[in-house]
């Protein structure tokens, strides 16, 4: 049975977002200041960027400008081949009240694969690519923005960081204690905070009840951002769910599916987290499939709209698909009237995206629609077309990759992985791709040894090469470099375990020994990379 994740709003769904938790916590400007790094904007088309007047000097440069002028803090960190990326590049970022609101902010363009440019997206607890943070003047996070949610709504969220510049942690701490001295931009800015990517403003186990509270206290006031804080009340109700499942009454769902503008407001929640909304829903059989007959209608017929992006219009399909895949009585495949329109999307979208980076987004929304709605080959065709014109072609290498697997096909699917690897750039994005071409091994052809262990070996061996004694800064074991490596170490031993003896764990202590020898004594970094050594005793099991 098919099923529809969350793909923009949550770092984790697609390779773009693959990351594991955090091994740190965002730290203020005092701590940011260490680093003299240079962070330029990647060289992708002059009208990528144009109009925002990036900052050209180093992190800790950008935030000792702020505390001299007054100035808050933009930070954008993303990737040239991410797919969200490039979704807020080529309509938020081109927007021109964007670029008027830029003037206001220090803007700070932070590529994955720059020189530290890890070691400060631990430094900043960040998640995934691509995330955005305001900061203060001061060097303190006030509020991470999403993506998903239309232009002008990015915009106000902005704006109101401007007014009110007080952190979305402690707006937390005033909704569990004196939510008397909230004021409605607080409430906005809490409705539109990026969740998915938070790690210290929300305790960890507040009852998901705290949403559904804010939602009841703004509701007259602020419809909108009471909705959105309603539906974060039903997300987290869905993931903290245990044996005594809780449901809740849909009324307020009801109203937010009958007002068109309040479906716009939610769309980012409505398109893509409709199993978990739905599934804490107090129904009957019948009444919930009326309900859910009802948001399939109103997605559907809003999914046009001239406020949401090329690529949010097609997500107005996921909900349809969600439902009828989820139906235990659905053994066919999805009507013919039905894909039929969404070819036609698919085709229009395919058709009017010509910027080579922009297409980095749409056309994987569109390969991801087309195969979820079971029209693998058209996905498969799709992607193959893309790769003569993409502007980072190894992540749809990846996703064919993906979609061989899922069809079966294990010696097409490794190949892909495998040139998705080779062709891959980027010191980040190298390893990234490279452990995952080394999981997909590990999973698909367990029997390929020399393979597998050679081409871990290699990707280590890539790590060593010449980076700090050309001038770069090590962070082979910060942020998403470490958890990547971490991965691949686990899933190494485990296979390993399951081998004839091999000498895959001294060579693989070899280099990795190297490699902590080149981290500062006593640093992260060092100690990061110590865990990864196996003991010589070590059990294998």
Same mark, same amino acid.
């Given at each position: 049975m098919l099923t529809i994740t969350l793909r923009l709003l949550l770092a984790t769904l697609l390779l773009c977002l693959a990351a594991c938790n955090p091994t740190s916590t965002p730290n203020n400007s005092a701590s940011v200041a260490t680093s003299s790094a240079i962070m330029m904007p990647p060289q992708e088309t002059d009208d990528d960027l144009h109009g925002i007047d990036w900052f050209q000097g180093s992190v800790a440069e950008a935030f000792s400008l702020a505390a001299s002028s007054g100035k808050p803090i933009f930070l954008y960190w993303g990737a040239v081949w991410c797919p969200p990326c490039q979704e807020i590049k080529h309509t938020v970022f081109k927007s021109s009240q964007f670029i008027a609101q830029s003037k206001l902010f220090i803007p700070v363009y932070l590529d994955g694969d720059t020189d530290r440019a890890q070691t400060l997206g631990? $430094?900043?607890?960040? $998640?995934?690519?691509? %995330?955005?943070?305001?900061?203060?003047?001061? /060097?303190?996070?006030?509020?991470?923005?999403?993506?998903?949610?239309?232009?002008?709504?990015?915009?106000?969220?902005?704006?109101a960081s401007l007014d009110s510049l007080r952190s979305t942690r402690?707006?937390?701490?005033?909704?569990?204690?004196?939510?008397?001295?909230?004021?409605?931009?607080?409430?906005?800015?809490?409705?539109?905070?990026?969740? /998915?990517?938070?790690f210290e403003a929300l305790p960890a186990g507040t009852d998901p009840i705290?949403?559904?509270?804010?939602?009841?206290?703004?509701?007259?006031?602020?419809?909108?951002?009471?909705?959105?804080?309603?539906?974060?009340?039903?997300?987290?109700?869905?993931?903290?769910?245990?044996?005594?499942?809780?449901?809740?009454?849909?009324?307020?769902?009801?109203?937010?599916l009958n007002s068109p503008a309040l479906v716009?407001?939610?769309?980012?929640?409505?398109?893509?987290?409709? $199993?978990?909304i739905s599934s804490v829903l107090d129904l009957d059989d019948l009444a919930l499939d009326n309900l859910k007959d009802r948001w399939q209608q109103v997605m559907l017929e809003q999914r046009?709209?001239?406020?949401?992006?090329?690529? =949010?219009?097609?997500?107005?399909?996921?909900?349809?698909?969600?439902?009828?895949?989820?139906?235990?009585? %659905?053994?066919?495949?999805?009507?013919a009237d039905q894909l039929a329109a969404i070819r036609q999307d698919a085709e229009t979208a395919n058709r009017v995206t010509r910027n080579a980076y922009a297409r980095q987004s749409v056309v994987n929304q569109v390969s991801y629609l087309l195969e979820t709605a079971g029209l693998q080959d058209e996905a498969r065709q799709l992607l193959l077309a893309e790769l003569e014109r993409s502007a980072a072609p190894y992540?749809?290498?990846?996703?064919?990759?993906?979609?061989? =697997?899922?069809?079966?096909?294990?010696?097409?699917?490794?190949?892909w992985r495998n040139k998705a690897y080779q062709v891959s750039e980027g010191r980040a994005t190298r390893l990234q791709w490279g452990v995952s071409y080394v999981d997909s091994l590990i999973r698909l052809a367990p029997q390929q040894t020399e393979t597998i262990s050679q081409t871990a070996l290699t990707l280590l061996d890539e790590l060593s090469e010449g980076h700090i004694e050309d001038g770069g800064i090590d962070d082979t074991f910060a942020g998403r470099n470490f958890r990547a490596l971490r991965r691949l170490h686990k899933n190494l031993?485990?296979?390993?375990?399951?081998?004839?003896?091999?000498?895959?764990?001294?060579?693989?202590?070899?280099?990795?020994?190297?490699?902590?020898?080149?981290?500062?004594?006593?640093?992260?970094?060092?100690?990061?990379?110590?865990?990864?050594?196996?003991?010589?005793?070590?059990?294998?099991?």
């Open positions: 631990e $430094k900043f607890g960040v $998640k995934g690519y691509p %995330t955005m943070i305001v900061f203060s003047p001061q /060097g303190e996070e006030v509020t991470r923005i999403p993506g998903g949610i239309d232009i002008s709504r990015y915009n106000a969220i902005l704006a402690l707006l937390v701490q005033l909704a569990l204690n004196t939510p008397n001295l909230l004021v409605s931009t607080d409430y906005r800015q809490l409705a539109y905070y990026s969740w /998915g990517q938070d705290l949403f559904n509270q804010l939602a009841k206290r703004i509701l007259d006031q602020d419809p909108e951002s009471s909705a959105r804080l309603y539906l974060q009340y039903l997300v987290m109700l869905a993931k903290a769910q245990t044996e005594n499942l809780v449901k809740v009454e849909p009324g307020q769902l009801l109203v937010i716009i407001g939610t769309w980012d929640y409505l398109a893509y987290q409709a $199993k978990e046009h709209h001239a406020a949401l992006s090329t690529a =949010e219009q097609l997500g107005g399909w996921f909900p349809y698909l969600t439902f009828y895949f989820e139906d235990a009585s %659905t053994n066919t495949a999805v009507p992540y749809f290498m990846s996703s064919l990759g993906a979609l061989a =697997e899922a069809q079966g096909h294990i010696e097409e699917a490794l190949a031993l485990a296979w390993h375990a399951t081998q004839i003896d091999g000498p895959l764990l001294e060579n693989l202590n070899a280099r990795l020994g190297y490699l902590c020898g080149r981290q500062p004594a006593g640093s992260t970094t060092a100690a990061n990379c110590q865990s990864l050594l196996v003991a010589p005793n070590q059990d294998r099991s």
